[in-house]
């Protein structure tokens, strides 16, 4: 039996995660660790009752996997650690492309509040504060609301994407935006290909039309949790795609990717 520990285990991501992998039956049992504004409260997840743990009195050195979600865990375990919006979105979309097949990715990926530790509470306190008449509290963004946004350095981006087969000879010129979104993550990217026959194959990863008032974020607020990535795509020369991205980067990016962790770790012991 693989012991998996989820710490940060206070956080709407937990249970994302909780919710995500719910259904996932195997060898394994789950821990919840958090600090003290969370220790001792309840979560269900399989028909029982799990108590967050007290980080500070949690042994973790029996731990076979952590989802880190609080980035705290400095252990030998495998770890999962929710980061690099882009890489994962990217990874998924492009998957199906090969090494070569693309010549240039140049574009904007605006990051939510929900990439920072504490950005959500933090963008929903500033919107309390413009309501009730008040200047918004500017961290821990740096800006009021709607002043947010701001360039943020790309430079990881860009080494991990060379990870992406369809990417490792490419190149990658990318802009890096903080916004004041909550959960969406939005990516405006434009890809040169080597052919148009990969072009084609590019405009083939559509899921929903581009088309002029297309919402960003979903209507509804948050999407279903096994909502995939919404992909548009337009061509403006006979090589070149125009893509753009959306999902919700709590749900669609980090809990998918904590369940292909927990099911590739069982699948090994199997």
Not at 34 to 48: H, I, K, L, T, V
Not at 142 to 160: I, K, P, Q, W, Y
């Amino acid at each position: 039996m693989i012991e998996l520990v989820v710490t940060g285990a206070g956080t709407g991501l937990c249970d994302s995660i909780l919710e995500t992998i719910d259904s996932i039956e195997g060898d394994y049992c789950l821990r919840l660790i958090d600090a003290m504004e969370s220790a001792g409260e309840a979560r269900r997840f399989q028909g029982r009752t799990l108590v967050i743990e007290l980080d500070s009195e949690a042994d973790l050195e029996s731990a076979d996997l952590v989802f880190d979600l609080n980035q705290t865990y400095s252990g030998h375990a495998v770890a999962f650690r929710p980061n690099l919006s882009l890489l994962p979105m990217l990874g998924r979309v492009l998957m199906t492309l090969e090494a070569g097949d693309l010549k240039m990715l140049h574009g904007v990926v605006g990051e939510p509040a929900v990439e920072h530790v504490g950005g959500v509470e933090a963008l929903a306190s500033q919107v309390t504060e413009l309501f009730n008449g008040r200047d918004p509290n500017p961290e821990p963004f740096g800006g009021m609301l709607a002043f947010n946004a701001r360039t943020l350095d790309e430079s990881c981006h860009v080494d991990a994407l060379r990870a992406i087969d369809a990417l490792s000879d490419a190149v990658i010129s990318i802009e890096r935006l903080q916004t004041d979104s909550f959960y969406t993550v939005h990516a405006s990217l434009w890809l040169q290909a080597c052919s148009s026959t990969v072009a084609n194959l590019i405009l083939g990863f559509e899921t929903e039309a581009y088309t002029a008032g297309l919402s960003v974020s979903p209507d509804s607020g948050r999407v279903a949790q096994d909502e995939g990535i919404r992909v548009s795509t337009r061509r403006v020369a006979d090589d070149w795609v125009h893509m753009m991205l959306t999902a919700d980067l709590e749900k669609t990016i980090w809990a998918q990717e904590a369940k292909t962790v927990l099911v590739d770790t069982l699948g090994k012991l199997s």
